[in-house]
């Protein structure tokens, strides 16, 4: 059932023993949403655990808290509370099944399939740590720095660092607002945009794959075997199809195993939700992803036929 912020922040203030989880496959906006409220119900007395079900990439490491994040290896009694966190329970992996108690999920996914006991789902933020920076000002809970550097971390990656089209007047108003807590948004920008050597070397076969579709509107870029065993993260590839001039819908497709391919879109005009929920995924408007069961070079050709489709029929 669907909740109001303020229904939802009396949940938590009702619990005691908690539980956050971002989804598998972390981004910046599921760990510094989940680390934000970390540090925020830890402060205001709360018991809370930090679960995610994969690894953490290193580059995320500037993030305080990060290692106290712990795999769900083995049953927490005693839980009041499962905070969901930038997806639905489905994408927790297996921490759904470590604990037993009622879930809270805040997302902006408009494909969250609304599963969670209680759903606080709102697509129009940018950021799921939009709604934790709503959701902290709902509890009273004062920013420290610890918090407003993950919630800071959470809007800025998700909105592309205030560039994409889900950047609003109120995403830069709470940055504003986390600027004066002590963000420092160089250190953070820093952080993040360093690659390794071998990641800058690889970036040449990268850029070679590069193909246009559909009149120069469709740009992939395909990560194979190759590239992805020679690299540490696929980071930012898309962004190079994206930048291309005339280009709409930039397509990432990345091996993830023999028989397993995974589809990363972005675009300026196309819906690239619906194509992306069409074959089992899902994501905003403007960026979405899929995974398909099926080898590199096939799941590439079928991801570029339903994106010409899709677009044909606007
Ligand atoms: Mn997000």
């Known amino acids: 059932m669907e909740v109001t912020i303020k229904e939802a922040a009396e949940k938590i203030k009702s619990a005691r023993h908690i539980i956050i ?20 119900l830890t402060k205001s007395g709360h018991d809370v655990k930090i679960f995610v079900d994969d690894e953490i990439p290193e580059a995320y490491h500037f993030l305080p808290g990060w290692e106290i994040f712990k795999k769900p290896d083995e049953k927490i009694k005693d839980v009041d509370l499962l905070i969901v966190l930038d997806a639905e329970p489905e994408r927790v992996g297996r921490v759904t099944t470590i604990a037993d108690a009622p879930i809270l999920n805040f997302d902006h996914h408009r494909s969250n399939t609304r599963t969670a006991d209680f759903l606080y789902l709102e697509p129009q933020r940018a950021a799921t740590g939009e709604i934790m920076y709503e959701l902290l000002k709902t509890l009273d809970i004062q920013f420290d720095l610890n918090m407003a550097v993950c919630i800071y971390t959470a809007i800025a ?23 004066d807590i002590g963000v420092r948004p160089n250190l953070i920008s820093e952080a993040l945009d360093q690659k390794k050597y071998d990641d800058i070397k690889i970036l040449a076969a990268v850029i070679n794959s590069l193909e246009l579709y559909n009149d120069g509107t469709v740009a992939v870029i395909g990560a194979d075997k190759n590239i992805v065993d020679n690299c540490t993260s696929t980071e930012g590839f898309v962004d190079i199809a994206r930048i291309v001039e005339g280009v709409d ?25 619906t194509i992306a929920e069409a074959l089992g995924g899902g994501g905003h408007v403007r960026a979405a992803g899929c995974t398909l069961k099926l080898p590199f070079a096939v799941a590439r050709q079928k991801i570029i036929t339903a994106i010409i ?6």
Do not use: Q, W
């Open 309 to 314: 489709n899709e677009m044909a029929e606007k």
């Open 157 to 179: 990656t998700d909105c592309g660092f205030f560039k994409y089209s889900n950047t609003t007047a109120y995403t830069m108003r709470i940055a504003g607002e986390l600027l």
């Open 249 to 273: 819908v930039a397509v990432l497709v990345k091996y993830a195993g023999d028989e397993l391919t995974r589809i990363s879109m972005r675009s300026k005009n196309t819906d690239v939700a």
């Open 21 to 40: 989880a971002p989804h598998v496959n972390p981004d910046c906006d599921g760990l510094g949403s989940t680390l934000g409220l970390y540090h925020a």
